[in-house]
């Protein structure tokens, strides 16, 4: 993750203390990014702005340079993607917000919202773990000939690759493949040797041991979570796109369906046509 220019953590000042705030400064202290500090709040007063200052005063005091906010735009969803845009951040912290109660089956999610429309890598923290020298999963989707996949790959490795070097973890590689009936005319071996050939490519380009490459058959939606279980990953870094489809309002997509089945925290990046350019995400 190399030297962001800035990162936007969203904070609830209703809460003691913050997650995604913790996890920011670590990430801040190990790439000295400035942090914008964000509650959503529609009823911001004296109480609430004294909380948020009470906050940050500590990692202030500590020399980090951050600043609070806030501020309200008709969701928070909405609050997040404006300040995130009028400040120019490349990063969005935020803690994992589970959805709850029968409401949560027929609207999306404000996490799933996010993911959707925001333009920017979003870093969804789940708990305090640290990610020294821990397992870092890149899901990946090494479909065969499919360009879009390909260029979503590089960006997720880019990220997994970097995010493991700084944080001196193992960089491990996961893609589920199709079932024999959902592959066409290729084999079950067949189409598991294509996509193993396809990370073997990838892992090569980004210096990831052979060993640390995982492929097999299922939904990406199971596989990743139990892979991730099984290596005791602290962070996945995955791709996602913006499926506005009924369906994947309903049902969400493989992304946000591999979300709610994970316990560490989750990175989600764009395709580069639908990000910022990477080169000014990470310098």
């Not at 429309?117 to 479909?143: E, F, H, Y």
């Not at 360009?147 to 001196?168: C, D, T």
């Not at 299922?218 to 099984?230: C, W, Y």
């Not at 005791?232 to 493989?254: F, P, Q």
């Amino acid at each position: 993750m190399r030297t962001l220019t800035k990162m936007l953590v969203v904070v609830d000042t209703r809460k003691e203390s913050s997650i995604a705030l913790n996890r920011a400064v670590l990430i801040a202290k190990a790439t000295d990014t400035p942090i914008i500090a964000l509650a959503p709040n529609p009823h911001a007063n004296e109480a609430s702005r004294a909380r948020l200052d009470a906050m940050l005063q500590p990692h202030i005091d500590a020399g980090l340079e951050i600043s609070g906010s806030e501020q309200w735009h008709n969701s928070a969803v909405e609050t997040i993607i404006h300040v995130r845009q009028m400040e120019r951040c490349s990063l969005v912290v935020k803690a994992s917000k589970e959805a709850k109660g029968i409401g949560s089956i027929v609207s999306t999610p404000e996490d799933w919202a996010l993911l959707r429309q925001c333009r920017v890598p979003v870093l969804l923290v789940k708990n305090t773990a640290s990610w020294m020298g821990q397992k870092i999963l890149a899901a990946v989707d090494a479909c065969p000939n499919d360009s879009n996949h390909e260029i979503l790959n590089n960006v997720i490795m880019e990220y997994a690759a970097n995010i493991s070097g700084l944080a001196e973890a193992e960089c491990h590689m996961g893609s589920a493949h199709p079932g024999m009936m959902l592959a066409g005319e290729e084999t079950e071996e067949q189409t598991q040797s294509l996509y193993q050939n396809n990370c073997l490519s990838l892992a090569d380009k980004y210096d990831i041991d052979s060993q640390a490459i995982h492929v097999d058959e299922g939904p990406a939606e199971v596989f990743i979570p139990e892979l991730s279980k099984t290596l005791g990953a602290s962070l996945i870094v995955m791709g996602t796109v913006a499926n506005t489809s009924l369906k994947g309002a309903l049902l969400g997509n493989t992304a946000e369906q591999i979300l709610q089945h994970v316990e560490c925290d989750v990175l989600t990046v764009k395709p580069r046509d639908l990000m910022d350019p990477l080169e000014n995400v990470i310098r």
